[in-house]
Every structure is written in C-alpha cells, then in structure tokens.
C-alpha cells in the first residue's frame, strides 16, 4: 500500500541532544513537508521541499534542520537549539504543485526531558 | 497573504444532530480548500477537496461542504452525527503561488454526546 510512514511513533530525549525524525514515502510525490502540532495552535510549517535537493524554510524554521537527498526521504533533525522541542511532528507530501492535498503521515511524539 | 479561519475552536453536539464547522477563507481569486479529519495522537486525513469543480463537494464518512465564492466561506457539515465523528477537524487553503505548502486554520474539536 502506498504511504507515509513516520518512525517512531514515540521519542523520548534529554535536554540539548540532538534528534533526527524519519519521513519516508512511497506515493511517487514530489514534494514533502514538516508541521509541528501543539494543543490550540494548528499545523506550523517548519520546513517543506519541492524537488530532491532542494528545500525551503516555514514559518518556525529555527532549531530545525532538513535534507532532501532522495525523493522518498525528508528527515527532520531538531537540533538543540530548538527551545522547546516537546510536540507532535507531522509530516506530509504531494504531488507538485499541491491542488490535490496533502497526505500525512501518523506522526511522531517527540518529548524531551 | 491569505489566511483561513475557523470559527469556533469547539464545537458540541448530540448523536443524531446536524454537525456544521465553519470556515471561512480569504484569497483574491477561487482558491483549493480542503478539510481534513485527526484523531487523537494520529496524523491528519483528507475529508474532501474543492478544487474550483461543483460548489458542492462531498467527502468521506457522510461529509459534506459548500463552497460559497460570495461569503468566502466552505462550511463542513453531516446531516447526522455520530459518536465516531468525534475529532479535530481543519480547513486548509491551497496559496495561490504554485510550489508552497498548504495554510491551516487553528482547527474545531466536535464533540458528540449520547
């Protein structure tokens, strides 16, 4: 079946660590995202890519990191100079140009200790 | 910039009622809207899309939404609900400028009592 998948679903890390978040998918799209999810405030953009190799900073790009390096692959590393890492990371994709929608994945737990 | 916005962060009613989540967009042209369903702790799933075909578009699980071009508006509703609609719902507008991500309202809970 074709999807996204997000592993794991839970991460726990302590304080000043660095963490990587994998998003992998097998719909043939294009383009990928990451959004970070906290109780009340939506879906923020944190970085999004169109092409292999290419990406492009959202809207709370700082304290994240991203590569592109293969069309299945978009990665998320929160690195610790993210001041408050501990939310729910979404990660979607779609075909170019996005009219028909994104899909998502399940999503990652990330806490940090 | 266009935005979209969700009027009632939480919305309740009784198994068996008429559900209705607003939305309302703001865009200088007829854009793509969508609304999407999460479950708790889960990622998000398309319910339907608008994408400038028939006015009235229906979705998954008895959904529904009408686009209204002269309110700026794509309300969801469900004739009738049920316990299992119970769930964060989200509008989301496609930007005009080709290559960007999608924009998000803040979301509506439904809560659905028996």
């Known amino acids: 079946d074709g999807g996204i998948t997000q592993s794991p679903k839970y991460l726990f890390r302590k304080e000043g660590q660095n963490v990587t978040l994998s998003c992998e998918q097998n719909l043939n799209h294009d383009a990928m995202y990451w959004y970070r999810q906290d109780p009340g405030q939506g879906l923020r953009l944190i970085y999004y890519?169109?092409?292999?190799?290419?990406?492009q900073k959202g809207d709370i790009a700082e304290g994240y990191s991203v590569s592109r390096e293969k069309k299945e692959s978009f990665p998320l590393t929160v690195t610790s100079a993210q001041k408050n890492p501990t939310a729910f990371y979404l990660c979607a994709s779609s075909m170019s140009g996005g009219a028909m929608g994104q899909f998502f994945g399940p999503g990652t737990r990330l806490t940090v200790l | 910039a266009q935005s979209v916005t969700q009027l009632g962060s939480h919305v309740s009613v009784s198994e068996g009622a008429l559900v209705l989540l607003r939305c309302n967009y703001s865009s200088s042209v007829p854009p793509y809207l969508f609304w999407y369903v999460q479950y708790p702790n889960q990622g998000l799933q398309l319910l339907l899309k608008y994408t400038s075909a028939a006015t009235l578009v229906k979705g998954i699980n008895g959904f529904e939404a009408e686009f209204k071009k002269s309110e700026t508006s794509f309300h969801l509703t469900k004739p009738s609900a049920h316990m299992s609609d119970a769930a964060e719902y989200f509008c989301a507008v496609r930007p005009n400028q080709a290559g960007t991500a999608l924009i998000f309202g803040k979301g509506t809970t439904l809560s659905v009592s028996s």
């Open positions: 890519s169109q092409i292999v190799n290419d990406f």
